[in-house]
């Protein structure tokens, strides 16, 4: 055998002899990991309501099923809880075949946005207006190429939803305002930031 694999296999053998009480671990947690992934590929094409019927069940095996050690408790616990996290849009792809159902997917569904607006704008960096209107605008830039909408389409359904977005985009560019002003004028914006403060503290 030539010294290069001798080696290789040396090391390879000192790194599972080492590492060998940590692979029942490994073997276990893969295994729900696994079943995990293989239930949200959805080769069986379930509505979003099957989906997570049967992964709620995963989670339940998952939480009850007996440990072998506590890593291995800690990780499938850290594993339960981030999953949580994402559970309110975890599904809805499964019933919308034009949702982005993947990271990669959704990358891709951005990266379109990005490239149409360098095209347009020659900037190689988002613009101003894609940092704070980005929630409006790269959905708008995106849905507004696969389909063309009409005056009444546009209109909003839920006004509240409506007036409540405008205040968020709006409290976002005044943040962006203010962020120009302190750039351009660091003293002035600050001498006017005191008096306010000043102001505010005097009693009535």
């Known amino acids: 055998m030539p010294g290069e694999l001798e080696r290789m296999l040396t090391f390879l053998t000192k790194g599972l002899t080492e590492t060998a009480a940590l692979w029942p671990d490994v073997e276990q947690g893969y295994a729900w990991v696994h079943r995990a992934a293989h239930l949200l590929s959805n080769d069986n094409k379930l509505s979003a309501t099957q989906v997570c019927q049967t992964y709620e069940t995963l989670l339940a095996e998952m939480e009850q099923a007996p440990t072998s050690s506590e890593l291995l408790a800690t990780m499938l616990s850290t594993f339960r809880k981030v999953t949580a996290s994402y559970w309110p849009g975890l599904f ?32 190689k960096q988002a613009s101003p207006g894609v940092v704070i209107r980005g929630a409006v605008r790269v959905v708008a830039s995106v849905a507004s190429r696969q389909h063309p909408f009409s005056g009444p389409e546009l209109y909003p359904t839920d006004l509240t939803r409506w007036h409540t977005l405008r205040s968020e985009l709006n ?34």
């Open 171 to 204: 409290h976002r560019h005044e943040a962006r305002r203010m962020q120009y002003r302190f750039r351009k004028s660091p003293e002035q914006y600050l001498a006017a930031l005191e008096e306010k403060l000043s102001k505010e503290r005097l009693p009535p």
């Open 92 to 123: 809805h792809c499964y019933d919308h075949v034009d949702l982005p159902r993947t990271n990669n997917d959704l990358e891709q569904y951005f990266g379109s946005a990005r490239y149409h607006e360098r095209r347009a704008t020659g900037r």
